[in-house]
């Protein structure tokens, strides 16, 4: 086949944008000569079937590639997200010639690919080289701020911009609505306040808008907002569902779930969602109802199974759950994780671990989470160390699992491992200085635990830690200690007032403890686990 015949280019084109991928490559295969225009579609083609692997390979083919080609290769290497992508767009960037430079669509592609590389002070340096910015630049810069939680530094440029499109204010609303701010909430009011009344029709601004509203806990803005919308698109459902989950209100997710004629997986998604937070009968009920009723092509979404399975065991229906994820074709981490944790819950920690055995992938943090937690449960030294050997060393260093490890040897009494885990950490934070102040207090030692009480830093002090270190004092019936930490605590909650209590009532103390909780029962109501 010749390829520069007009009929056999048309058809290799068509072959590309259709999405057929197999047919081009055999056409581009057997061509005899091929142009930079024909590789430049073939690249296009992998880059937009989700093949960039593919389209970096092929590019190393050509000789002497134009803009579009390097562009093209920019946004493939910022598809994938490597650090072999980000060296190929340096080495590339560094080779091209200094004409191309001018090129606004591929600087911005190039911005873009270093930014999604995670490569941001590049990205800083370069943008701040260019002379004549054009708006997409901004773009590239504000949502790969975004992308490496710098939100901020978006914001911040954003105010540079003197005319914003309606991309440019789209990114912003998702900016403010990554920070969950007051100054971001009031940000979000005020350019939507000044922005044009074309750009109200703009639905995934409003999608943008409805979404930094609710991250932003104004929830009565998001309802107004949302009311007023004439033509409502699925993501607006979704923005106003999630936001709902996330201010705790659920039951106005589900109301508006029944308002959709057309939900899509995501919503089904989120709808399994809001029954999970309500761990209620109700829940259950309408969970299992609308898993009946969905299209059967949704249940190969391993996203929507898990958040199904995960509804089915925050409302108490571990025996359905199961009977789902055993017939199930392609069981994903997350449904492991989401069974492991209903068994834990259950207080079955062998199904947890037998869950475990069967799993081929096991190096997962979410998986040696709730694994250890099984562990810990069971308290059998000699088990929880074969497995624990297992744990990879970089898993070993996360936040979560250290954690966890501190309370499991705790648990089981062996405080040299627990000593042993902390120490090696540089930065404990709130929640592994609970940890090891709960495993001193549960085994006797509550000099110890007041001891590292003594070295948090106040910013990390929070209710959890007033809990462990007085539960501690209790065991270890250092009264005196307690009274002294509980008068020094500025907030004093109900499970604070709880803990002191059962504290004084150990030590036999029974009329203080009764005039603390007649104290709290003066400006609150009476609380049922004071009196247990």
């Known amino acids: 086949m010749k390829f520069y015949d007009q009929l056999s280019l048309i058809i290799f084109l068509t072959k590309v944008q259709c999405g057929d991928v197999n047919q081009a490559e055999f056409l581009f295969n057997t061509s005899s000569k091929k142009t930079v225009t024909i590789y430049g579609a073939m690249l296009k083609g992998y880059f937009e079937n989700n093949q960039s692997n593919k389209a970096i390979h092929l590019f190393h083919e050509i000789k002497k590639p134009n803009e579009i080609i390097i562009t093209i290769l920019f946004n493939a290497c910022a598809n994938l997200k490597t650090n072999e992508g980000l060296n190929l767009v340096k080495e590339v960037y560094k080779e091209m010639p200094k ?105 995934y601004l409003l999608t ?33 569902m999630k ?150 060393n970089d898993l070993l260093n996360n936040n979560q699992i250290q954690t966890v490890l501190i309370d499991m040897w705790g648990k089981s009494g062996s405080i040299d491992k627990v000593k042993e885990i902390f120490d090696k950490i540089s930065q404990p934070d709130q929640y592994q200085y609970a940890a090891i102040i709960n495993a001193y207090g549960l085994n006797g030692m509550g000099i110890q635990a007041i001891e590292i009480y003594r070295q948090i830093s106040l910013d990390l002090i929070d209710e959890i830690t007033h809990i462990c270190i007085l539960n501690a004092c209790s065991h270890s019936g250092l009264v005196l200690e307690a009274r002294s930490i509980f008068e020094n605590i500025q907030i004093k909650t109900v499970s604070i007032y709880t803990t002191m209590i059962d504290c004084l009532s150990r030590a036999s103390l029974f009329q203080e403890a009764q005039n603390l909780q007649e104290e709290y029962e003066r400006s609150h109501p009476p609380s049922l686990p004071m009196y247990s």
Request: charged share 20%; hydrophobic share 40%; glycine share 4%.
């Open 208 to 240: 943008s808008l409805l979404d930094a509203f609710m991250k932003c806990g104004d929830v009565s803005n998001a309802e107004l907002l949302f009311d007023k919308i004439p033509n409502k698109i699925l993501q607006m459902y979704g923005a106003m």
């Open 243 to 392: 936001g709902f989950i996330e201010n705790n209100q659920a039951n106005k997710a589900i109301d508006l779930f029944h308002k959709i004629k057309d939900p899509n997986d995501v919503i089904f998604i989120l709808l399994f969602n809001s029954c999970a937070q309500l761990g209620s009968d109700e829940g259950l009920n309408l969970t299992k109802k609308v898993s009946k009723t969905i299209p059967k092509s949704f249940y190969s979404n391993v996203r929507l199974l898990t958040s199904l399975l995960d509804a089915l065991v925050k409302c108490n229906d571990l025996t359905y759950a199961q009977s789902l994820f055993d017939a199930s074709i392609k069981n994903d981490v997350g449904m492991y994780a989401v069974m492991m944790n209903g068994y834990n819950k259950e207080n079955d920690p062998l199904k947890t671990l037998n869950l475990f055995y069967q799993m081929k992938d096991k190096n997962h943090s979410i998986i040696y989470l709730h694994v250890i937690k099984a562990l810990s449960q069971i308290g059998d030294y000699k088990l929880s160390q074969s497995i624990i050997e297992l744990i990879p």
């Open 99 to 203: 004409r191309f430079q001018s090129n606004p669509y591929l600087l911005t592609s190039l911005l873009d690919a270093f930014m999604k590389c995670g490569d941001v002070p590049n990205a800083e340096l370069l943008f701040d080289k260019i002379p004549n910015k054009v708006l997409s630049m901004y773009g590239a810069m504000m949502k790969g701020y975004i992308e490496n939680n710098q939100a901020n530094k978006a914001i911040h440029l954003f105010h540079e911009i003197k005319k914003p499109n309606e991309i440019i204010i789209t990114i912003l609303f998702n900016a403010c609505a990554n920070l969950k701010t007051n100054e971001g909430l009031n940000l979000v009011k005020e350019v939507y306040k000044e922005m044009p009344k074309s750009f109200q029709s703009n639905p």
